[in-house]
Structure formats: C-alpha cells, structure tokens
C-alpha cells in the first residue's frame, strides 16, 4: 500500500512539473509575439510628442506592452548610455516619459 501511495504522489509530482513548463513556455510565445511584431511607430497616438521630446528616430524602440489599456516602448541607444520608457493611457490619452537617469520628464494628457 506504502509503494501505491508513493508512486501516486510521484506522478502528480511529475505531471504538475509538465503543466508548469508548459505554462511557462506559453508566456515565453506571448512575449516573443509582442517583439515580432511589425510596429509602425509613426503611427501611435504619441508619436510626435516622443519625436519633439526625445527624438526618438536615434533610438532603438522596443515595445514591452501593447494591450487595449496600455502602450509602454522603451527606447534605448546602441550603447545603453541613454534609455526611456513611455507609457500611453490609451482610455485618458496620457503619456509619460521616463529618462532612466533623471526620471519623469513629461506627464501630460494629449490633445486627440
């Protein structure tokens, strides 16, 4: 009965590992997605204010988030010397601009 049980436990053990890594890999697919993606940055709401404010043509652009509430980019030189990060509210239009060294440097809502 002893052996039973702890073969039992055992493979329970084993089959909630396989979901785990199954999970996790799913969330590894999704974020893969989010880089793939062919993004057109001149297209978003916030474009011309991140060009006036940070030029962000000279920047590398990644976009971490794109949901239905919320747009974040982050924006990096080859070097990693200079790296910002924008968040877009998309229901209130309110972007934030935060430069990594000295932190927010614009919150404002955008005119749409």
Known sequence: M??????????????SGVTLNTDHSQQN?????????????E?????????????IQ????????????TRILIM???EDQEQYKSIFIKDTNRLKIIEFKRGLIFNEELKK
Not at 2 to 15: C, D, E, N, Q
Not at 29 to 41: G, R
Not at 43 to 55: G, Q, W
């Open 2 to 15: 002893k052996t039973f049980l702890i073969t039992t436990a055992a493979a329970t053990l084993l089959l």
């Open 29 to 41: 697919d999704n974020a893969s997605l989010i880089q793939n993606n062919e993004m057109k940055l």
């Open 43 to 55: 297209d978003y709401t916030e474009y011309e204010v991140l060009n006036e404010k940070v030029n």
């Open 58 to 69: 000279k920047y590398q652009t990644k976009v971490e988030t794109d949901n239905k509430n």
């Open 76 to 78: 990096s030189d080859d």
